[in-house]
């Protein structure tokens, strides 16, 4: 290198820089991924409810983080850095039946905003049962506005 050649930080891919926040909150993702046809992957992270071992998706809980570009729905990565129009979006399982358990939508946030989903991870963690239950309120309103329903009705 040179004297006039400038410095050129590195961008850390999505998943480097979810890890730093997630790592901040005292919580350590695992990487999970499925191939694709043409050799590429989805790829996304997996939190337990503790560190260690891969969770069981059959029978522990567990939370997804996904990015991706709305533009481009199909694609599915942490593998590359985020992009402006990035959303991160959040599932959980319950972790109660052989097929990975019931997934419930959880909230998203915007790609750049890495510090504010790993606090919903880390409150996840603390109180999975409150973050279920939001997230089924939310459900429920979603769905009665789709159908012009009340909210309260559950039949």
Known sequence: ??????????????EQALRTELAAQG???????????????NSWLVI??????????AEQPYMLAV?????DPDE????????AADEWSTVS??????????LMPGRSFPGHDMAALAAYIADWRRNPDAIQDAAMAELRIWQAAALNADPADNT
């Open 27 to 41: 919580v350590s993702p695992h990487r999970d991924e499925d191939s694709l046809i043409g050799g590429q992957c």
């Open 93 to 102: 399982g319950t972790g109660t039946s052989e097929a990975e358990g019931v």
């Open 67 to 71: 990015l991706y570009d709305p533009a």
């Open 48 to 57: 337990g409810l503790s560190d260690g071992d891969f969770p069981n998706m």
């Open 76 to 83: 599915v990565t942490i593998d590359r850095p985020v992009k």
């Open 1 to 14: 290198m040179t004297a006039f050649e400038p410095t050129v930080a590195a961008t850390p891919d999505a």
